[in-house]
């Protein structure tokens, strides 16, 4: 049943049973999930089958070729991307069969509460308090960068439960539920304009022992398990020749003729050859994931693109000459997603600068590279032995 | 501007990981650093004995000839493998000019009689156009009187190894010339290990093979995707190498590859090394399956000359005066690196090929 044939015809019964046609996009999208069509990889009853991850692109087929409904993965990506495979690996029994199915189905978004105004690439000095009160604790802080938090009923939070300990060794792993008390969400207006991030409060919230993922004090273990899914998420993405944002700007040239020039010409080749090497290197890395072989290129794909989105898009503005110097709408709003195609190269060449910072700068990524690929010293550590509460802030 | 249908295959199978494995174990005994450097230094630059073992020990000569012509009916995937290898080792062998070059030249003419003789490796042959000529790039020709051949053709790699040299004529005809009836003055080559001579053709009298336009351009093809892979084997030569001698180097009392900004430019060389490989591997794919050929091929010889040099810079930049020694063998990867960033057209020409290939025009 987990070979491709045995999805093949498991999909074609679902498809039988559940006619899109007819059937409501969430009735459809809980059955795919029930029948363990969600997530192949994942464990039965858990909305897999336990079969290779490879195989998932067997029922995709099928499915896109019935015009399936999908759970649209864009704008749940927090939850499919980072809160899932968390939970799945750190969750209780209980926890996973709570969590897991609404959020594939995407009945519930969830956003992450990792980052803090004192605490970025430095993520594990963070100072967001959880103090246990009975069966439960009490939670105050501030987090910062937080996408789809006006959106989410459920956050992954990281937060401070031993100051006396090594930052490292002091923080817990919890499920914060959004519509609780002392939650407050304030849109983070940005340099693009819109506010497709948020700032969250928090303030004596109070969540159940039960929600905590992972044992107490183990938090920075269980966020490597979801801030390693984060990069793989964020480089991962299959693209066809010209499918990244080498695309509006090839467009642009080929249609308007009179903006061309000498030095942009050379300029816009030497970045249309990176990017199609990267997109390269993203499809072998690929290739290589599901041939079962580890691929370490996978560091590197955020940092690539990172570089290749910003020299794209600033190269964009300049080709355009006079309408370079205008910009499409700075009327603030709320998106659930960041759209580059569907705004104008300003837009664009803003929002890319986020793109070596979010997720992890650049440069503590190349770090990682150095470290952990290519086996360099790490670099020398002041913090390692000091309790939290005597860094320096 | 179209899109790939199939994506290329970017891996490499068992046996092409089993080739490497016996190539790399042969470049191993019989190719290191000391031995190519002293060789640079006498009268015969390649390696004769290397090659005999390569071409006729392990039948690599013919890998892209096929079984009925005597070679291995092998594809330009396993090829890559090879020259991956041989750049890793700046072997001097003449594998890519012979096997690769000199040999898509001749399956465009289909001269069975060649072909077999190259295949055993017991010849060697060499395409009579400049290094430096990129596939779509007009390439010089000598003069056909009274049915002997007459002129002089520069830059001509590998021609003091070769039995035969392969002439394109001004009549549009390639003709195959034995080189003992050519004069060869060699020229002083900033890479040492592949050799360019002056190949001066007095009444020499030559077999026509067949239109040399298309046997020239399907050989500069093949020429320039192959020789993203012995780039790539350059870079990741002088990446590993460097990264091994940056742990153990110390100065100010710690390990000099422990400094914050000498890691993020080693992280920086490994991202384009890895990308280098990715593009490399589709030009050999692309190459085997005819599939999108042309694009593949310029993006990666787009790509592959400047890491390649970077990598090797970047190389002797980091091992600080050693790198400046004639006794260490980064020189030798950084003048192959830099001469192959002129052989088969540079990364501009390619550029500007794919320019027109993918609907990107010149203002």
Same mark, same amino acid.
């Given at each position: 049943?987990?070979?491709?044939?045995?999805?093949?015809?498991?999909?074609?019964?679902?498809?039988?049973?559940?006619?899109?046609?007819?059937?409501?996009?969430?009735?459809?999208?809980?059955?795919?999930?029930?029948?363990?069509?969600?997530?192949?990889?994942?464990?039965?009853?858990?909305?897999?089958?336990?079969?290779?991850?490879?195989?998932?692109?067997?029922?995709?087929?099928?499915?896109?070729?019935?015009?399936?409904?999908?759970?649209?993965?864009?704008?749940?990506?927090?939850?499919?991307?980072?809160?899932?495979?968390?939970?799945?690996?750190?969750?209780?029994?209980?926890?996973?069969?709570?969590?897991?199915?609404?959020?594939?189905?995407?009945?519930?978004?969830?956003?992450?509460?990792?980052?803090?105004?004192?605490?970025?690439?430095?993520?594990?000095?963070?100072?967001?308090?959880?103090?246990?009160? $009975?069966?439960?604790?009490?939670?105050?802080?501030?987090?910062?960068?937080?996408?789809?938090?006006?959106?989410?009923?459920?956050?992954?939070?990281?937060?401070?439960?031993?100051?006396?300990?090594?930052?490292?060794?002091?923080?817990?792993?919890?499920?914060?539920?959004?519509?609780?008390?002392?939650?407050?969400?304030?849109?983070?207006?940005?340099?693009?304009?819109?506010?497709?991030?948020?700032?969250?409060?928090?303030?004596?919230?109070?969540?159940?022992?039960?929600?905590?993922?992972?044992?107490? $004090?183990?938090?920075?273990?269980?966020?490597?398990?979801?801030?390693?899914?984060?990069?793989?998420?964020?480089?991962?993405?299959?693209?066809?020749?010209?499918?990244?944002?080498?695309?509006?700007?090839?467009?642009?040239?080929?249609?308007?003729?009179?903006?061309?020039?000498?030095?942009?010409?050379?300029?816009?080749?030497?970045?249309?050859?990176?990017?199609?090497?990267?997109?390269?290197?993203?499809?072998?890395?690929?290739?290589?994931?599901?041939?079962?072989?580890?691929?370490?290129?996978?560091?590197?794909?955020?940092?690539?693109?990172?570089?290749?989105?910003?020299?794209?898009?600033?190269?964009?503005?300049?080709?355009?000459?006079?309408?370079?110097?205008?910009?499409?709408?700075?009327?603030?709003?709320?998106?659930?997603?960041?759209?580059?195609?569907?705004?104008?190269?300003?837009?664009?060449?803003?929002?890319?600068?986020?793109?070596?910072?979010?997720?992890?700068?650049?440069?503590?990524?190349?770090?990682?590279?150095?470290?952990?690929?290519?086996?360099?010293?790490?670099?020398?550590?002041?913090?390692?032995?000091?309790?939290?509460?005597?860094?320096?802030? | 501007?179209? =899109?790939?249908?199939?994506?290329?295959?970017? /891996?490499?199978?068992?046996?092409?990981?089993?080739?490497?494995?016996?190539?790399?174990?042969?470049? =191993?005994?019989?190719?290191?650093?000391?031995?190519?450097?002293?060789?640079?230094?006498?009268?015969?630059?390649?390696?004769? &004995?290397?090659?005999?073992?390569?071409?006729?020990?392990?039948?690599?000569?013919?890998?892209?000839?096929?079984?009925?012509?005597?070679?291995?009916?092998?594809?330009?995937?396993?090829?890559?493998? *090879?020259?991956?290898?041989?750049?890793?080792?700046?072997?001097?062998?003449?594998?890519?000019?012979?096997?690769?070059?000199?040999?898509?030249?001749?399956? %465009?003419?289909?001269?069975?009689?060649?072909?077999?003789?190259?295949?055993?490796?017991?010849?060697?042959?060499?395409?009579?156009?400049?290094?430096?000529?990129?596939?779509?790039?007009?390439?010089?020709?000598?003069?056909?009187?009274?049915?002997?051949?007459?002129?002089?053709?520069?830059?001509?790699?590998?021609?003091?190894?070769?039995?035969? /040299?392969?002439?394109?004529?001004?009549?549009?005809?390639?003709?195959?010339?034995?080189?003992?009836?050519?004069?060869?003055?060699?020229?002083?080559?900033?890479?040492?290990?592949?050799?360019?001579?002056?190949? =001066?053709?007095?009444?020499?009298?030559?077999?026509?093979?067949?239109?040399?336009?298309?046997?020239?351009?399907?050989?500069?093809?093949?020429?320039?995707?192959?020789?993203?892979?012995?780039?790539?084997?350059?870079?990741?030569?002088?990446?590993?190498? =460097?990264?091994?001698?940056? +742990?153990?180097? +110390?100065?100010?009392?710690?390990?000099?590859?422990?400094?914050?900004?000498? +890691?993020?430019?080693?992280?920086?060389?490994?991202?384009?090394?890895?990308?280098?490989?990715?593009?490399?591997?589709?030009?050999?794919?692309?190459?085997?399956?005819?599939?999108?050929?042309? *694009?593949?091929?310029?993006? %990666?010889?787009?790509?592959?000359?400047?890491?390649?040099?970077?990598?090797?810079?970047?190389?002797?930049?980091?091992?600080?005066?050693?790198?400046?020694?004639?006794?260490?063998?980064?020189?030798?990867?950084?003048?192959?690196?830099?001469?192959?960033?002129?052989?088969?057209?540079?990364?501009?020409?390619?550029?500007?090929?794919?320019?027109?290939? &993918?609907?990107?025009?010149?203002?």
């Amino acid at each position: 049943m987990t070979d491709a044939e045995g999805l093949r015809r498991r999909t074609q019964e679902l498809l039988a049973a559940h006619p899109p046609a007819t059937t409501g996009r969430l009735d459809f999208l809980k059955a795919r999930f029930d029948a363990g069509l969600a997530w192949v990889h994942y464990p039965e009853g858990l909305g897999g089958l336990g079969a290779p991850r490879s195989l998932q692109a067997v029922v995709d087929e099928e499915l896109a070729a019935a015009d399936a409904p999908d759970n649209d993965p864009r704008r749940i990506g927090i939850g499919l991307g980072m809160a899932a495979p968390t939970v799945l690996r750190y969750g209780t029994d209980e926890q996973k069969a709570r969590f897991l199915r609404p959020l594939w189905t995407g009945e519930e978004v969830w956003c992450q509460l990792f980052s803090e105004p004192g605490a970025g690439s430095d993520l594990a000095a963070l100072g967001t308090r959880a103090v246990r009160d $009975g069966d439960s604790w009490v939670v105050d802080g501030q987090k910062v960068w937080t996408s789809s938090a006006h959106l989410a009923r459920w956050a992954i939070l990281i937060a401070r439960t031993d100051p006396d300990v090594p930052k490292h060794a002091g923080i817990t792993y919890f499920i914060c539920d959004m519509t609780d008390p002392g939650v407050e969400v304030r849109p983070l207006r940005q340099i693009t304009g819109e506010a497709e991030f948020n700032e969250v409060f928090l303030t004596g919230v109070r969540i159940p022992d039960s929600r905590r993922l992972g044992d107490v $004090g183990d938090g920075w273990r269980v966020a490597q398990t979801t801030l390693m899914n984060e990069r793989v998420s964020i480089g991962g993405m299959r693209l066809p020749r010209e499918g990244g944002m080498i695309g509006p700007v090839a467009k642009t040239w080929r249609e308007r003729p009179e903006l061309r020039t000498h030095d942009l010409h050379q300029r816009l080749l030497k970045l249309w050859v990176e990017a199609e090497v990267s997109r390269l290197t993203a499809e072998r890395l690929r290739q290589q994931l599901d041939a079962g072989q580890p691929g370490y290129e996978g560091s590197g794909m955020k940092l690539a693109f990172a570089r290749l989105n910003q020299e794209i898009s600033g190269l964009e503005v300049e080709l355009r000459g006079e309408e370079g110097l205008l910009y499409d709408d700075w009327t603030m709003r709320r998106p659930e997603l960041v759209d580059f195609t569907g705004r104008d190269a300003g837009y664009r060449y803003l929002r890319s600068k986020g793109n070596s910072i979010e997720g992890g700068t650049s440069e503590v990524l190349l770090n990682i590279v150095a470290e952990r690929v290519l086996g360099l010293p790490a670099e020398p550590r002041t913090d390692k032995d000091v309790p939290w509460k005597d860094l320096a802030r | 501007m179209s =899109t790939t249908n199939a994506e290329p295959d970017l /891996l490499y199978s068992e046996e092409e990981e089993a080739l490497r494995a016996a190539v790399r174990d042969l470049l =191993t005994d019989h190719c290191g650093p000391a031995a190519v450097i002293a060789r640079t230094e006498s009268d015969t630059p390649h390696d004769p &004995a290397l090659w005999k073992q390569l071409a006729e020990g392990m039948g690599l000569a013919g890998l892209l000839i096929p079984e009925a012509q005597g070679g291995q009916g092998a594809t330009h995937r396993e090829v890559a493998v *090879v020259l991956e290898e041989l750049g890793r080792a700046v072997a001097p062998v003449p594998y890519l000019t012979s096997a690769v070059v000199a040999t898509e030249a001749l399956l %465009a003419c289909d001269d069975a009689e060649l072909l077999g003789q190259l295949a055993s490796g017991r010849t060697v042959g060499a395409l009579a156009v400049s290094l430096t000529t990129a596939p779509g790039a007009a390439f010089g020709t000598v003069r056909v009187e009274n049915g002997s051949l007459h002129g002089e053709l520069t830059s001509i790699a590998d021609a003091v190894a070769a039995d035969v /040299l392969l002439v394109p004529a001004d009549d549009g005809a390639l003709y195959a010339v034995a080189a003992d009836a050519v004069t060869l003055a060699p020229q002083i080559p900033l890479d040492l290990t592949r050799p360019l001579a002056t190949v =001066t053709l007095d009444g020499a009298s030559g077999r026509r093979l067949g239109p040399a336009e298309v046997a020239v351009r399907r050989a500069l093809r093949a020429g320039a995707g192959l020789l993203a892979a012995e780039q790539w084997g350059i870079a990741d030569w002088a990446l590993t190498e =460097t990264v091994r001698y940056l +742990k153990e180097r +110390k100065q100010f009392n710690r390990p000099v590859g422990g400094f914050q900004a000498l +890691k993020h430019r080693l992280a920086q060389s490994w991202l384009e090394v890895v990308n280098l490989r990715a593009a490399a591997r589709a030009a050999a794919d692309a190459l085997t399956t005819g599939d999108d050929t042309d *694009v593949t091929v310029a993006v %990666a010889q787009s790509y592959a000359a400047p890491v390649a040099v970077r990598a090797t810079e970047e190389a002797l930049q980091l091992h600080g005066g050693l790198g400046m020694t004639w006794e260490h063998p980064v020189h030798l990867y950084l003048k192959r690196a830099k001469a192959d960033s002129l052989a088969y057209g540079t990364a501009g020409a390619h550029r500007e090929a794919l320019a027109a290939l &993918a609907g990107l025009d010149a203002p």
